[in-house]
């Protein structure tokens, strides 16, 4: 999953990596998001309020922050690591069908789809983000390119759909 991981954080982090704050935070946080406890960046939360505070690799927004940090349990006092937000992105992949997806259950297209239901900067098919217009979201590759990227990191995949049609 390490690629597909690395084709999310192309459209939300950038360079920032795992590092990353939502560009539209006036008040950034005093340390890297990876130096920063999970209670860091509630109480970073809590301190600006009307802001947006989508935080790390996969650009965590508050309510998803808290629910993935709620159902594994993660202590207050952990750090928000590279592995903790591979680990959280990995849930949210498994809950748009992942597993379905790879053992060619799930087309390609429905999969990528629901992949962008979770993450503002990938495209939905009509080439748009399922979060268009909320906190300045928009899709930060296009549809094409998106599915190349998919092309390239699941082959057997796409060849199964293929296949199919």
């Given at each position: 999953?390490?690629?597909?991981?690395?084709?999310?954080s192309a459209s939300e982090a950038g360079s920032a990596d795992y590092?990353?704050?939502?560009?539209g935070a006036t008040v950034r946080p005093a340390k890297l998001p990876?130096?920063?406890t999970i209670d860091e960046i509630r109480a970073w939360v809590s301190?600006?309020?009307?802001?947006?505070?989508?935080?790390?690799?996969?650009?965590?927004?508050?309510?998803?922050?808290?629910?993935?940090?709620?159902?594994?349990?993660?202590?207050?006092?952990?750090?928000?690591?590279?592995?903790?937000?591979?680990?959280?992105?990995?849930?949210?992949?498994?809950?748009?069908?992942?597993?379905?997806?790879?053992?060619?259950?799930?087309?390609?297209?429905?999969?990528?789809?629901?992949?962008?239901?979770?993450?503002?900067?990938?495209?939905?098919?009509?080439?748009?983000?399922?979060?268009?217009?909320?906190?300045?979201?928009?899709?930060?590759?296009?549809?094409?390119?998106?599915?190349?990227?998919?092309?390239?990191?699941?082959?057997?995949?796409?060849?199964?759909?293929?296949?199919?049609?």
């Open positions: 999953m390490a690629n597909l991981r690395s084709l999310i590092d990353s704050v939502q560009h990876t130096s920063m301190a600006t309020p009307g802001q947006n505070h989508a935080i790390g690799r996969y650009q965590f927004i508050p309510p998803t922050f808290e629910r993935l940090a709620s159902l594994t349990g993660i202590a207050g006092t952990e750090v928000f690591s590279a592995d903790l937000q591979d680990r959280w992105a990995d849930i949210l992949l498994a809950e748009a069908g992942y597993v379905s997806f790879f053992a060619g259950d799930l087309t390609p297209e429905t999969f990528m789809d629901n992949v962008a239901a979770v993450w503002a900067g990938l495209p939905l098919a009509d080439g748009t983000s399922a979060y268009e217009v909320v906190a300045g979201n928009h899709a930060t590759v296009s549809r094409a390119a998106y599915a190349q990227g998919m092309a390239m990191i699941f082959p057997a995949q796409n060849a199964l759909a293929a296949a199919r049609r």
